[in-house]
């Protein structure tokens, strides 16, 4: 009798069927395909998980290092000018190193930034963490998602596609709900720390499932890196960053620095963009600029991302200081809206290829987000939970009614090397949309809180008689609770002082959502007048 070893008897028990029932078991092939699929979708995911966190919750980081508005914003643009570097710089190491390892030392690398970053104790020290984390996270977005269309078969594409989209969303939708959380219980250093251990999970996910695609052995070692438009395109980031913020402060004419600064700006991006255009193998190809129906995609997408961060910004401080919630209600409720997003999503996907006019839904989008502004701005300052129900609901659908529709269209005509390039200038362009708006909403409510408590400040002095009676009243009331007679003026000048600044904040938050509601508007103007889009 022949062993069973032999490979006679294990092919023809392979294939004879079983005399019993048995559940077949699942071949290693395919689990590694699945956990493939959902490496594409957690890497970039646990990007807008921190990039949320930093949004939602940035007051207390800047609290925890003593930032000014003014350096909060240089994290934000430190963050967004080495992403954009990151993307510029992605397809070198990816040439040189495959994805595999590529995304793997990333993840690490971000660990590594995310631990410097949870124990910072200074501005500069933030500040360098956040360029760090930049630099490696900031091409995770088109990595994955340009990995997603060259090496998934076209009969899986769809649903790993469909993954990648669901898992952004629902890190996003994480942010508020854990952060709230976290520096609740503990503080503003854990919205970093709690982010390196999956971020080193990934890598070791990301080496055992991501192909090693990508690297071109003949150009490891030779050929001539364009270090010279790299870097020309690093300066004009950074002067046309500097410029930006110090506008805030400083009239463009007022100082020689400002004009000089623009002029070296713009030169050096037009000449990195003359290097792209005439290069036989360029960063980006920018040649897909051509393209009418992408032109169009680019400016909706600025606009969604723009909104999209502007919203984030206002939004918890509007409940926590506008209305009085705690922090960790405020985090629920954002959290709730969020995940009513990924709900939709999931509805969005079953229903998608069933509409035919996504020009309706991206108007529609638009159109949502002014309703919802608008909404927040007639919101009452003794507002209670049940009021915000229905506007969180409404917010839920901005993204999927606009950035769905606008990704289907953008690059439905492109092959697989124009949707390469054509994505890593779609990313460079979310990267400094979401710098833009972060840095614009700042300068704004700095403006319109100071306006305000400028006027409110002006009715409250010792010649007003309305003052002189409420400073009364108030001290009085304090006397009786209790309060000495000679502290109970100060302490009623204290709470009127108070007053007026949650006043002056209301009114900013108010002015924030009716400049949103204004963007939003011509956001769904020049969607309306786009052919390309029916």
């Known amino acids: 009798m022949k062993s069973v070893l032999t490979p006679t008897a294990s092919a023809a028990s392979a294939a004879s069927p079983p005399s019993l029932p048995m559940r ?23 990007e807008f998980f921190e990039n949320a966190l930093l949004v939602y919750f940035a007051v207390y980081i800047s609290g925890g290092v003593d930032a000014s508005p003014n350096e909060f914003v240089w994290m934000t643009t430190a963050y967004g000018v080495a992403s954009v570097l990151a993307i510029l710089k992605q397809q070198w190491f990816v040439e040189r190193i495959g994805y595999r ?6 993840l690490l690398l971000y660990a590594c930034g995310a631990l410097l970053a949870g124990t910072s104790e200074s501005v500069t020290q933030l500040v360098i963490a956040r360029a760090c984390q930049g630099f490696s996270a900031g091409s995770w977005m ?37 952060g709230g959380l976290l520096v609740s219980e503990y503080s503003w250093r854990m919205l970093f720390l709690c982010t390196a251990p999956p971020a080193v999970l990934l890598a070791g996910l990301a080496w055992f499932t991501v192909p090693d695609a990508g690297r071109m052995r003949e150009r490891a070692t ?20 500097v ?20 002029a070296a700006g713009v030169a050096a991006l037009v000449g990195f963009g003359y290097h792209q255009w005439q290069h036989p193998a360029p960063f980006i190809r920018l040649q897909t600029l051509r393209r009418r129906e992408f032109q169009v995609g680019l400016l909706l997408y600025a606009a969604y991302y723009y909104l999209a961060n502007t919203q984030s910004y206002l939004m918890p401080r509007m409940l926590e200081q506008g209305l009085g919630f705690t922090l960790e209600r405020t985090g629920q409720l954002l959290g709730y809206s969020a995940l009513l997003t990924v709900l939709l999503l999931v509805a969005y996907f079953r229903i998608a290829k069933f509409i035919t006019h996504k020009k309706l839904l991206i108007v529609s ?36 009614f606009t950035v769905l529709p606008v990704a289907n269209l953008t690059f439905r005509t492109f092959d697989h090397e124009s949707f390469v390039h054509g994505y ?6 979310r990267q400094l949309s979401g710098s833009f708006a972060v840095s614009t909403i700042v300068a704004f409510e700095q403006h319109r809180e100071a306006l305000h408590r400028t006027r409110l400040t002006e009715a409250a002095n010792p010649y007003s008689p309305i003052f002189r009676q409420t ?26 002082a108070q007053t007026i600044q949650r006043q002056a904040s209301f009114l900013t938050f108010i002015d924030g959502f009716r400049f949103i509601a204004i963007v939003a508007l011509c956001g769904a103007v020049f969607a309306a007048m786009q052919k390309q889009l029916n």
Request: overall charge positive.
């Open 24 to 46: 077949p078991i699942r071949p290693i092939r395919s689990i590694r395909a699945e956990a493939y699929r959902y490496a594409l979708g957690l890497i970039p995911g646990l």
């Open 101 to 106: 390892r590529y995304l793997s030392a990333s």
């Open 142 to 178: 088109s990595s994955c998602r340009i990995l997603a269309q060259v090496s998934v078969p076209a009969e899986r594409r769809g649903k790993a596609v469909q993954t990648f989209a669901l898992l952004l969303f629902t890190g996003a939708a994480a942010a508020p709900l854990i």
């Open 222 to 241: 030779g050929g001539r890196y364009p270090f010279v438009p790299f870097m020309a395109f690093a300066l004009a980031m950074g002067a046309l960053q």
């Open 243 to 262: 410029v930006m913020q110090e506008m805030r402060y400083t009239l463009w004419l007022q100082t020689p620095w400002l004009p000089l600064l623009t």
């Open 365 to 400: 989008g638009f159109a949502m987000t002014i309703a919802t502004s608008l909404w927040l701005a007639a919101m009452p300052p003794d507002a209670g939970q049940s009021q915000l129900y229905g506007v969180l609901a409404l917010k839920a659908v901005f993204g999927i």
């Open 424 to 429: 890593r200038l779609k990313n460079i362009l």
């Open 471 to 496: 400073l009364d009243t108030l001290a009085n009331a304090l006397t009786h609770m209790g309060v000495p007679a000679s502290q109970a003026q100060g302490a009623a000048l204290a709470q009127i």
